[in-house]
């Protein structure tokens, strides 16, 4: 599979561009739904700062471009997920780890 920003639904977009422009942090709390993220208020956004570093610049992917596979293992696993509550861990502008919050209730039963 070949993913472009062009090929992506606008809720997928956003968090594409969301992530590229953090660079290094976490968004947490992203409500998954269906299978797509849905970037809301209770969504935040977490930003590493290395002090003893110069801040970096990430390039951010072309519309055309294919995205690195980063991208879409983390909308794999999204989809297979359906409904849930995920945060993403990122670096250099990239996904890089995916946590997913489940509640006693999913976990029991």
Known sequence: M???KRSLGPAQLKLV???EELGFGRIEQIPVCDGSPCLERATQT???IKLESETEQFERSNDDLTLKVEFERLFNQLSQLRDGLVDIEIRHGMP???FVKRRGKELLG
């Open 2 to 4: 070949n993913l472009t």
């Open 17 to 19: 561009d969301a992530i």
């Open 46 to 48: 977490v930003r590493e």
């Open 96 to 98: 890089f780890k995916l």
